[in-house]
């Protein structure tokens, strides 16, 4: 009876278990997304616009115009450039003037090492959202 229980909660507790890891992954990568707006919103829109054309309220003032990063994937060969992508907004690569320097990116240092423990996770999220607006 008791041996009985035991083995049923075993299995119970291993569904749910089962169950969380399968719901969790695609609640996850839906909810990275959703986060990954949010972000670029919040970081990116203001020069490269709402819609990632490169015609944010900023991008007037600006002397180079900003990239369209709904083309990131149709410029390079059909494939995401995702490493100069991840690398763009961690900072390694600092070549355009507009986003400031690796000392002081102009979105401040929500994707850099002073918040190391989660900045990964959001660069991957602004990653996965700039993925779903690219043009075929
Ligand atoms: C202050 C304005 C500004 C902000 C904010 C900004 N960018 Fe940019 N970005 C630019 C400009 C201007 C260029 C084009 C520079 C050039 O062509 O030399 C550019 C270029 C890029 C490129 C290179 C595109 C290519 O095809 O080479 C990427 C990728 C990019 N930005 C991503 C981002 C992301 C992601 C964010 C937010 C985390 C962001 N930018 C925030 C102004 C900005």
């Not at 969790?24 to 670029?40: H, L, N, P, R």
């Not at 450039?81 to 690398?87: A, F, G, H, T």
């Not at 190391?116 to 959202?129: C, E, M, P, S």
Request: hydrophobic content about 40%; proline content about 4%; charged content about 20%.
């Amino acid at each position: 009876m008791q041996t009985n229980r035991t083995v049923k909660l075993t299995v119970i507790k291993g569904l749910m278990i089962l169950n969380a890891l399968i719901g969790f992954s695609a609640y996850a990568s839906a909810q990275d997304i959703a986060e990954g707006k949010i972000q670029y919103q919040s970081s990116c829109a203001a020069c490269h616009g709402m819609e990632a054309k490169g015609d944010g309220p900023v991008a007037k003032e600006l002397k180079t115009r900003p990239a369209d990063l709904t083309v990131l994937a149709k410029n390079n060969n059909g494939t995401f450039p995702y490493d100069m992508v991840y690398q763009v907004i961690d900072g390694r690569n600092s070549t355009i003037a507009s986003h400031g320097t690796r000392e002081m990116p102009i979105w401040g240092y929500r994707f850099g090492p002073p918040q190391a423990f989660r900045f990964k996770h959001h660069i991957l999220a602004v990653i996965d959202y700039l993925k779903t607006i690219q043009q075929k």
